[in-house]
């Protein structure tokens, strides 16, 4: 469970993008983050995905307040409890898909051949296992996305974070990155947040929470 209490971030002192945001989202749920362009959506997730630290607040991820732990730690909560799916996937166009799914995950000290067996399990299962060997070029969208969540999964985050998962694509490739989401959520227990503009993709999810 995440929870949210009294957040309060900008990028500039003069200018408050998020004020005392308070808001939890439970495991085992899918949570749409929904509002207009610009309104803060991705914003919040970097904020909870430990990739900003806020203003004001506190983010506690399973009862621990993340907000003013050394960065150390915090680089290791991040790599152990958070995935986090980018908008338009942001796979390494220069690597393999299977090495784009392993690196993060070996470079947090995850053997090789742990992140490689995991990864060819979570690529199966999501449909894009015969596209390990592939440059990230050649799939296509909903494949790149599909892909992009096997990395957040691969170490088995508490929390899923993302971001715009179907921005480009088509209805039926979006449902299968969504049921993804609901998988991991509804299977596994996981935390999963969604920032989305989508009506499709708000109705697919368990809450819809209005920023
Ligand atoms: N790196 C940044 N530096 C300065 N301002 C930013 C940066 N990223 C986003 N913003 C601004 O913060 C606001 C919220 O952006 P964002 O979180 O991307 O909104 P959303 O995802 O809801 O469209 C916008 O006004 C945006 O211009
Ligand atoms: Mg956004």
Not at 4 to 10: D, H, K, M
Not at 166 to 193: C, F, P, S, W
Request: aromatic share 4%.
């Amino acid at each position: 469970m995440v929870e949210v209490e009294g957040l309060s971030f900008g990028y500039r002192r003069s200018e408050t993008i998020l004020a005392d945001v308070t808001v939890a989202f439970p495991s085992g749920t899918v949570t749409a983050v929904t509002g207009p362009s610009g309104k803060g959506k991705s914003t919040l997730l970097y904020l909870i995905g430990l990739l900003l630290s806020p203003w004001e607040g506190a983010i506690r991820i399973g009862g621990t307040d993340t907000v003013g732990l050394p960065d150390r730690i915090r680089s290791r909560l991040r790599a152990e409890r958070i995935g986090f799916v980018f908008q338009d996937a942001a796979l390494d166009a220069t690597r393999t898909v299977i090495d784009n799914v392993v690196e993060g995950s070996v470079y947090s000290g995850m053997s090789r051949r742990t992140a490689r067996r995991r990864a060819v399990a979570l690529m199966d299962r999501f449909g894009v296992g015969l596209r390990a060997d592939h440059k990230p070029g050649e799939v296509s969208g909903g494949q790149a996305q599909r892909v992009a969540l096997c990395r957040a999964l691969l170490a088995d985050p508490d929390v899923i974070l993302a971001d715009e998962p179907t921005g480009n694509l088509d209805v039926g490739t979006a449902q299968v990155v969504i049921d993804a989401l609901r998988d991991a959520a509804h299977d596994e227990d996981k935390t999963v947040i969604v920032a989305t503009h989508d009506p499709d993709v708000m109705d697919a999810c368990d809450r819809v929470w209005e920023l």
